[in-house]
């Protein structure tokens, strides 16, 4: 975790994740290599327990820039 921030019934975390991705991912074979991936995790608060979670990470890098996959817009009929 890089930042931590709370206000009123909600705390951000700011976490990094690493790995390596060995199977498919998003229907991209996976190769082996490392990742890195940033994102920011969203605690809110109910009575002093965690009521919900939101998790935005930028699963798009990892699939085009680390596993090389290219983008193809849809083609017209």
Do not use: C, H, W
């Not at 705390?11 to 390596?20: D, Q």
């Not at 991209?28 to 920011?40: D, E, H, I, L």
């Amino acid at each position: 975790m890089t930042d931590l921030v709370g206000e009123g019934d909600a705390v951000v975390a700011i976490v990094e994740s690493r790995g390596r991705i060995v199977g498919d991912y998003y229907g991209v074979p996976g190769r082996g290599k490392p990742f890195t991936n940033r994102g920011a995790v969203v605690y809110r608060f109910a009575a002093d327990k965690i009521s919900s979670l939101e998790l935005y990470f930028d699963d798009l890098n990892i699939v085009t820039k680390q596993l090389g996959a290219a983008l193809t817009p849809p083609q017209d009929d």
